[in-house]
């Protein structure tokens, strides 16, 4: 008896095989895209006709994994893809040409190809539109993304949000018990997001949460399935009901915001409250504020819905995800704790108090004098100034597991790449930072390793206070010759070699977002928490835990991308993501979690 996954496989090829004739007949074999007069390469695996049909029906993790062996096999040359019913596409590896691509967003844009697929989701949302549309939705979410909205963000939110997400892992630790900690992050980024953007109170284990990772991963695989128009109306009937619970969220961020406008006019006040100051840090933002200025800048309801959901799931989805796999890596490699902890503890001191007042006689001596000092973490000091081993922890896991794994552009028009390859119009263009992350042409021999200090450099001690000599190592177990512990600096790659955060005019708004709530969240949580992976064992059945916990006091080796590494007791299974847009881990991230004996 075949399952529902195999039915649906099943279908597919059956489908695809009785209309292949009539598709050839009418679509021809012969693509016009070439090199200087020259077919291109095609792929590893390709076949007569079909093409690449039959990879592109794989599970998507195992997708990327053909990707990269691509790269590997044949490093930045641009390969042909062909699949019956799509429009001839290449994959392009070369930094040079995804720069091309990603700095003239006139001539590669989403195209018919990616919008037909994703409009039932993301509708007239700023993912899946061009043109000046795009452009006034990325000009209305330019302030929340502004210095002071992230002074905010890391002053005044991040330290109640993560403070909840906290007192849920003592919790959890005092009953010994397993958690999902990729439900934990979704649980944080939700409530943050909701508050920061939308003044709503927003809970992830919502019909609504639910229903948009339905059709995130329904929406995914019909860039995989040329025939899913066919298929899906068979199979996938949940969808209908996930796309419409989805929609109907939407519309109410958008209707309890009006209504919250019309009751401040009414009341003879401003339709968008002033910010709040934080008399601390000086930081100001009022909270709604995204959702506000879409409704500011748009009429139509149903653009606004389609715009805050669009925002929602890049501040949410991604960013819980890439904590997801950045603690696993850290459960994965326990070597990288202490230094992470090390380098915490270098972290600038804020000047001493002032000497209290001596008692007076009203004053009651037997009463200690205590004056809070400021928080550890602040805005200024999760910067990578200060914390670069941090900020190199998450980029080294956005590039083994960056959140969007696949990305697709249409040609509005023929044009060439810069290694010679004439694209006609409407040629899909496809990348894969996954694969880019593991490209040894890029990264080196070593891309299967996980290690943060590729994103470093020493800095001369002349650099760091005017001495003599350079400085041994990098952060952390080994000398720091700086008062301030700054031994090393971050060193950013290129965004056409490490394409996370997208390049050109489309580049990531959110970046500096993202990072500074990742650097803050995983501060806090290695300096207080040591987490142990729960898994089935490599060569085994049932689940145990790995690897002694994260944190034990940081011994462990070194290991591959998701913990290939040699003799470590415990060894468990590579994780794997599940079929979505973004990169959710399947099955979640189950550990248990233990106070550290020093905080």
Not at 315 to 338: C, E, K, N, V
């Amino acid at each position: 008896m075949l399952l529902v996954n195999d039915r649906t496989m099943f279908a597919i090829i059956i489908s695809f095989i009785t209309v292949l004739a009539g598709l050839i007949i009418v679509k021809g074999s012969q693509s016009s895209i070439h090199r200087k007069g020259k077919k291109l390469l095609k792929p590893p695996n390709t076949l007569p006709i079909l093409g690449n049909a039959i990879i592109f029906l794989q599970a998507r993790h195992k997708l990327f994994h053909w990707f990269a062996e691509c790269q590997r096999q044949h490093g930045f040359r641009t390969l042909e893809i062909s699949v019956p019913t799509l429009p001839p596409g290449v994959v392009i590896n070369a930094p040079e040409n995804l720069e091309f691509v990603l700095k003239h967003d006139d001539i590669f844009t989403k195209g018919e190809f990616f919008k037909s697929r994703s409009w039932d989701l993301f509708g007239n949302g700023i993912i899946n539109v061009d043109g000046p549309l795009w452009k006034t939705q990325r000009k209305a979410a330019l302030r929340f993304f502004s210095n002071s909205s992230l002074k905010t963000l890391v002053d005044v939110h991040l330290p109640i949000f993560v403070g909840e997400t906290k007192s849920q892992l003592r919790k959890a630790a005092a009953e010994k018990r397993v958690i999902d900690l990729e439900a934990i992050f979704m649980d944080f980024t939700t409530r943050l997001m909701g508050k920061l953007a939308y003044d709503i109170d927003m809970d992830s284990s919502s019909t609504f949460f639910k229903s948009f990772d339905l059709a995130s991963g329904a929406i995914g695989e019909r860039f995989q399935n040329p025939l899913w128009r066919i298929t899906e109306p068979l199979f996938n009937a949940r969808l209908r009901r996930a796309l419409s619970e989805v929609k109907d969220f939407g519309a109410s961020i958008v209707a309890t915001t009006l209504e919250k406008w019309e009751y401040r006019l009414l009341h003879g006040q401003p339709s968008v409250p002033k910010p709040a100051v934080n008399t601390d840090s000086g930081a100001t933002q009022p909270d709604g504020y995204l959702i506000n200025a879409l409704i500011d800048n748009f009429k139509d309801p149903r653009l606004i819905a389609d715009s805050a959901l669009n925002f929602l799931s890049a501040g949410r989805d991604t960013t819980a995800q890439s904590l997801t796999w950045t603690f696993y890596l850290l459960m994965r490699h326990p070597h990288t704790i202490p230094k992470i902890l090390t380098e915490l503890s270098h972290l600038p001191t804020p000047p001493p108090p002032p000497p209290a007042p001596s008692p007076t006689p009203s004053s009651n001596p037997s009463t200690p004098q205590t004056t809070r000092s400021p928080p550890l973490l602040t805005s200024s000091t999760i910067q990578p100034t200060h914390l670069p081993y941090t900020h190199a922890v998450f980029y080294e896991s956005l590039r083994l597991y960056p959140p969007v794994p696949f990305e697709i552009k249409q040609c509005s028009s023929a044009t060439t790449l810069p290694d010679g390859t004439f694209l006609p119009k409407d040629a899909v263009v496809v990348w894969c930072p996954w694969a880019m992350g593991r490209s040894r042409d890029i990264w080196g021999e070593d891309v299967d390793i996980f290690k943060p200090e590729r994103w470093l450099e020493d800095i001369i001690a002349d650099e760091v206070y005017g001495g003599g000599g350079g400085i041994e190592g990098s952060v952390g177990g080994n000398k720091h010759e700086s008062k301030e512990g700054k031994g090393v600096r971050l060193v950013p790659r290129s965004p056409f070699e490490f394409p996370v955060f997208n390049g050109g005019p489309r580049a990531c708004m959110g970046k500096k977002m993202a990072e500074l709530q990742a650097v803050y969240v995983i501060a806090n949580l290695v300096r207080e928490f040591a987490f142990e992976e729960v898994g089935e064992a490599v060569g085994g059945e049932g689940e145990e835990g790995g690897n002694g916990g994260n944190g034990g006091d940081g011994d462990g080796g070194d290991g591959g991308n998701g913990g290939n590494s040699d003799g470590r007791k415990g060894e468990l299974k590579e994780r794997i993501s599940r079929n979505s847009l973004t990169l959710p881990m399947e099955g979640g991230l189950p550990c248990y979690v233990k106070r550290r004996r020093r905080v």
